[in-house]
T-cell receptor, first 116, second 109 residues
Framework: GAVVSQHPSRVICKSGTSVKIECRSL??????MFWYRQFPKKSLMLMAT?????????EQGVEKDKFLINHASLTLSTLTVTSAHPEDSSFYIC????????????FGPGTRLLVL | GQNIDQPTEMTATEGAIVQINCTYQ??????LFWYQQHAGEAPTFLSY??LDGLEEKGRFSSFLSRSKGYSYLLLKELQMKDSASYLC??????????WGAGTKLIIKP
């Protein structure tokens, strides 16, 4: 099956610093990638949808300037959490589809961010 | 509005069968997914239903009734490794995934 990787898997940073999370589709070209955030014991919350070569579409309530998303190629999307604060600590998950809105999403393993 | 309901937690015995129900309300529908999520990990895809009926895939089966806004995930021959959260997710008319909070399934020996 299709494989999506994320790097890093875990990151601990100081408050005020920026953290970049990479999401890669390893064996297929991902026309669309999604970024989710999950709080403990809660469902996934969609943050934004990114299509290769265009600006990401952010969900209501998600700060564009705080969560920068770049989908530079068909196999790579990055999420940068700028000026991270403890409340940004969460589990960030990306997913990717090969094409078409109904196409199954393949999820990355997730990145656990802890901001001290 | 759009809403998904599924039980918060269920307990079952190893080797038995368990059915996890999900009801949803939506103004548009483009299919329903079930995902399995182990603690601390990303969800993994289990099934996708867009037409009414039962889809069987090994020990797991998923059923959909669009007129009733209802789906269930059936797990047979339960194994300890099946202990996980099971997420009911539907795709709305804008092709957005609407996630349920998940059902935590506890398997006992």
């Amino acid at each position: 099956g299709a494989v999506v990787s994320q790097h890093p898997s875990r990151v601990i940073c100081k408050s005020g610093t920026s953290v970049k999370i990479e999401c890669r589709s390893l064996d297929f070209q991902a026309t669309t990638m999604f970024w989710y955030r999950q709080f403990p014991k809660k469902s996934l919350m969609l943050m934004a949808t990114s299509n290769e070569g265009s600006k990401a579409t952010y969900e209501q309530g998600v700060e564009k300037d705080k969560f920068l998303i770049n989908h530079a190629s068909l196999t790579l999307s990055t999420l940068t959490v700028t000026s991270a604060h403890p409340e940004d600590s969460s589990f960030y998950i990306c997913s990717a589809t090969a094409g078409g809105p109904i196409e199954t999403q393949y999820f990355g393993p997730g990145t656990r961010l802890l901001v001290l | 509005g759009q809403n998904i309901d599924q039980p918060t937690e269920m307990t079952a015995t190893e080797g038995a069968i368990v059915q996890i129900n999900c009801t949803y309300q939506t103004s548009g529908f483009n299919g329903l997914f079930w995902y399995q999520q182990h603690a601390g990990e990303a969800p993994t895809f289990l099934s996708y239903n867009v037409l009414d009926g039962l889809e069987e895939k090994g020990r797991f089966s998923s059923f959909l009734s669009r007129s009733k806004g209802y789906s269930y995930l059936l797990l047979k021959e339960l194994q300890m490794k099946d202990s996980a959260s099971y997420l009911c997710v539907f795709m709305d008319s804008n092709y957005q995934l609407i996630w349920g909070a998940g059902t935590k399934l506890i398997i006992k020996p």
